[in-house]
């Protein structure tokens, strides 16, 4: 049974990196000009590949968070700064892009590759600083 003295440890991250990641879709979607989910439900490919990669772009740091994190709190102090990061790479990415909502709502796979490949781009080297 020494195997599950870790069960609580591991529920309770689970818990904060799900609770994170939902929190981080609510703040993002919000922050967009287009409808994420109003697009994947019809179909748009663009969006979908945008939305799933900003996330991954945002699930990178949190799992750098965990691991390094010295307690629960440290960890969603870390995830909160990740969310932040990954706001920012949105309004970044509009700066050679500056349609690319309207450009990912009609359904241009290009322009979401792109905001989603910045965003794991800024996940990953978010992740990678959080070596603390």
């Given amino acids: 049974m020494a195997s599950l003295e870790g069960l609580p440890a591991f529920i309770l991250y689970l818990c904060v990196a799900s609770i994170s990641c939902m929190a981080y879709v609510y703040c993002y979607t919000r922050l967009t000009k287009h409808d994420e989910f109003a697009l994947i439900a019809e179909n748009n490919i663009g969006a979908a590949i945008a939305l799933g990669l900003s996330l991954l772009g945002f699930a990178l740091p949190v799992v750098s968070a965990i ?8 960890c969603i102090v870390w995830s909160a700064i990740a969310l932040l ?29 792109w905001l989603g ?15 603390y």
């Fill in 67 to 74: 691991s390094h994190s010295s307690d629960v709190a440290d």
């Fill in 85 to 113: 990061v990954q706001i920012a790479v949105y309004y970044i990415a509009r700066i050679p892009v500056p349609d690319i909502s309207e450009r990912i709502e009609k359904g241009e796979i290009a322009p979401a590759v």
């Fill in 117 to 131: 490949l910045a965003s794991v781009t800024a996940g990953m080297i978010n992740s990678a600083s959080m070596s």
